[in-house]
């Protein structure tokens, strides 16, 4: 049973700290989105990816936020110094090649204290 | 550019009735148009999708949605509501020819069914 996996599920962390989440595609797929969940906004797109290339970023706040895929199985979204203002849900999904379907992993939420 | 809008955020039915969840899109591209769903604390999970096919589609669970280009609407029904469908449902477009694969959200409509 393919799924898209997620670390870690919750976070809380202290403003000021780094925090890493990781994502971990289906096998053989070559779309990585992440996506940030709120109350307030909804389902916002942050960054996604194919073949391991940024296509757009536009979406994350650039001064705090990173995103990479070091390689096919591993994409990770940081946020350098964290503030309040990101707790939310971050959503990783992916899809495969000639796809429109995008799986969705189980997320990671974050609390920034 | 694209957007998607939801009609009613909260929708209540009984159990056994009708669930209909509204979707409207606007997109200049033939578009490709997704129903997710989310239980709490979860993902989001595909229900069904219209990428230019068949305009009504069939999807999990008993749902289905008709894809109407004169309406551009692409809302989501099930004859009969079961307690276990209650969760969030978003509807979602994608510019079908452009490769992008990017997805356009709409706020999402919490479901309720009652007993």
């Known amino acids: 049973d393919a799924r898209v996996t997620q670390t870690p599920r919750h976070k809380v962390t202290e403003m000021g700290q780094e925090v890493t989440m990781r994502c971990q595609p289906i096998l053989g797929h070559n779309t990585v989105f992440w996506y940030r969940q709120t109350m307030m906004q909804g389902l916002e797109l942050l960054a996604y990816?194919?073949?391991?290339?940024?296509?757009?970023d536009s979406g994350m706040p650039k001064d705090r936020f990173s995103a990479e895929m070091p390689d096919a199985t591993l994409a990770t979204l940081k946020i350098q110094p964290s503030e309040p203002r990101d707790s939310a849900v971050y959503f990783c999904?992916?899809?495969?090649?000639?796809?429109?379907?995008?799986?969705f992993g189980p997320g990671t939420r974050l609390t920034v204290t | 550019a694209q957007s998607v809008t939801q009609l009613g955020s909260h929708v209540s039915v009984s159990e056994g009735a009708l669930v209909l969840l509204r979707c409207n899109y606007s997109s200049s591209v033939p578009p490709y148009l997704f129903w997710y769903v989310q239980y709490p604390n979860q993902g989001l999970q595909l229900l069904l999708k219209y990428t230019s096919a068949a305009t009504l589609v069939k999807g999990i669970n008993g749902f289905e949605a008709e894809f109407k280009k004169s309406e551009t609407s692409f809302h989501l029904t099930k004859p009969s509501a079961h307690m276990s469908d209650a969760a969030e449902y978003f509807c979602?477009?994608?510019?079908?020819?452009?490769?992008?694969?990017?997805?356009?959200f709409g706020t999402g409509t919490r479901l309720k069914v009652l007993a």
């Open positions: 979602a477009v994608s510019e079908g020819t452009s490769g992008t694969y990017k997805y356009i």
């Open positions: 999904a992916s899809g495969g090649h000639d796809s429109y379907e995008q799986y």
């Open positions: 990816f194919r073949n391991r290339a940024p296509l757009d």
